[in-house]
C-alpha cells in the first residue's frame, strides 16, 4: 500500500489509533471507520491551530505559550458544555 | 477576505443547490464568518430573491431581501451588505461588484499607557527588524501615525488586539473606489 507522506506528522498514528481501540475492545476496525475518524481528528486539530494563532497574535506575540493554548482549549470546552445543554 | 475562505467555501457547496433556484439573484453571507472570526458560531446569509421559501441548515441565519429593497427604503441590511457582504454568485465581495473596496479603518489612542507596553504595541503593529508587523502582514496600510486601514476580513483580530491591550481604538467602515 502507497504511503501517505503528508500524513507523516498527524499527532495520533494510525498504528497508535488501533492499538487504542484493540486496548478497549474493538478487534476488528474498517478501513473506513479509520479514515472517517482521521478525518474528523485532523479537522478538529485544524481549527486549534486557526484558533491559537489568533489568540498569539492578539497578545501580540510570535511564539506560542501554553496559556494561549489553554485559553483556547478552555474556551472550546466552554462552548461544548454550552451546546451539552 | 482569503481568510475565511474555507467557510466560504464550506457556505457555498450547502447553499449551491439554492444559487440555481429560480429568482435567485444572489446569496450573500455577512456577519462574524467573513469579518475574520476563525471560527464562527453561526452563518448569517442574506438571499436576494423575488420570492422567499425555506433553507434550513443548522447553523445557519437566512434573511430574504427583495430587489425592490434595495431601492425603496434600504433596510440596514442592505448597508451591512455593501460593508461586509461576500456574494457566493461573483465569488468575491459585494462591495467588489461595484468596484468599491471595503476596508476597516482604525484610529487608535496610547495615551495613558505604560512606557513598555507602547513599545510592545508599537512593535507588534508597526513590526521592528525583518517583521513587517500586523498591519502590513494582514493586507493593511498605514495613513498616519496611529491610523490605518485593513481589509474588512481581518477586522476581528485588530479589534481583539485593541480590547485584549485595553487600548483605546475606534474603527469606521468605509469603501474605496
Known amino acids: ?85 | 477576505m482569503q481568510k475565511n475562505l474555507k467557510i466560504i467555501l464550506m457556505v457555498k457547496s450547502k447553499l449551491k443547490r439554492y444559487l440555481n433556484e429560480k429568482g435567485v439573484l444572489d446569496i450573500v453571507i455577512f456577519g462574524s464568518a467573513v469579518k475574520g472570526k476563525a471560527l464562527p458560531r453561526d452563518i448569517d446569509v442574506v438571499v436576494i430573491s423575488e420570492r422567499e421559501f425555506k433553507i434550513d441548515i443548522p447553523g445557519f441565519h437566512v434573511n430574504f431581501l427583495k430587489p425592490d429593497d434595495f431601492f425603496k427604503n434600504p433596510p440596514t441590511l442592505v448597508n451591512t451588505l455593501f460593508r461586509e457582504g461576500y456574494s457566493l454568485k461573483n465569488g468575491k465581495s459585494f462591495s467588489e461588484i461595484y468596484r468599491f473596496k471595503s476596508k476597516v479603518l482604525f484610529r487608535y489612542e496610547l495615551k495613558g499607557l505604560r512606557a513598555s507596553l507602547k513599545v510592545k504595541v508599537v512593535n507588534v503593529l508597526r513590526g521592528k527588524g525583518v517583521n513587517e508587523g500586523l498591519v502590513l502582514e494582514n493586507g493593511g496600510e498605514w495613513l498616519a501615525n496611529q491610523i490605518f486601514i485593513v481589509p474588512i476580513g481581518n477586522e476581528n483580530l485588530f479589534e481583539k488586539f485593541f480590547l485584549n491591550f485595553k487600548i483605546k481604538f475606534n474603527k469606521s467602515y468605509i469603501l474605496m473606489h
Open chain 1, 1 to 85: 500500500m502507497e504511503k501517505k507522506s503528508n500524513k507523516d506528522n498527524s499527532l495520533i498514528k494510525r498504528k497508535n489509533l488501533v492499538l487504542m481501540m484493540k486496548k478497549e475492545g474493538i478487534m476488528n476496525i474498517s478501513k473506513d471507520s479509520l479514515d472517517l475518524l482521521e478525518g474528523e481528528i485532523e479537522r478538529y486539530l485544524e481549527s486549534l491551530v486557526v484558533l491559537m494563532k489568533e489568540e498569539m497574535l492578539i497578545n501580540g506575540r510570535r511564539t506560542l505559550k501554553k496559556e494561549d493554548v489553554r485559553v483556547v482549549l478552555d474556551d472550546r470546552n466552554k462552548k461544548e458544555d454550552v451546546w451539552e445543554v
